[in-house]
Nanobody, 124 residues
Framework: QVQLVESGGGLVQPGGSLRLSCAAS????????IGWFRQAPGKEREGVSC????????YWADSAKGRFTISRDSAKNTVYLQMNSLKPEDTAVYYCARDYSGRCALARNGYDYWGQGTQVTVSS
């Protein structure tokens, strides 16, 4: 059974950091791309960052460049999103998703499995 489970969200002050984890089960990360998306209240879900199956391609949304880092631990079958210098506008539910073709893409099409999401709130 394919599952993606996000964790690591929480309440953080502006300028703080969080590391989100996306633990995969039922499949091996090595063959699939993983994307991180977020959805704020009243807004559409948007791509934040992604990593391709071989780790050779990584992309970030303009809002995340220079602040967020994506990485993968194959031994733990887990993808991480390190978020630094957090801003109130980063507040959202963050989701990870699997791209069945192994791509790294910030568009939602092509992602076949999604996690349940983890809440990130940036507030003083």
């Amino acid at each position: 059974q394919v599952q993606l489970v996000e964790s690591g969200g929480g309440l953080v002050q502006p300028g703080g950091s969080l590391r989100l984890s996306c633990a995969a089960s039922g499949f091996t990360l090595h063959y699939y791309g993983i994307g991180w998306f977020r959805q704020a209240p009243g807004k559409e879900r948007e791509g934040v960052s992604c990593i391709s199956s071989n780790g050779g391609s990584k992309y970030w949304a303009d809002s995340a460049k220079g602040r967020f880092t994506i990485s993968r631990d194959s031994a733990k079958n887990t993808v991480y999103l390190q978020m630094n210098s957090l801003k109130p506008e980063d507040t959202a539910v963050y989701y990870c998703a699997r791209d069945y073709s192994g791509r790294c893409a910030l568009a939602r099409n092509g992602y076949d499995y999604w996690g349940q999401g983890t809440q990130v709130t940036v507030s003083s």
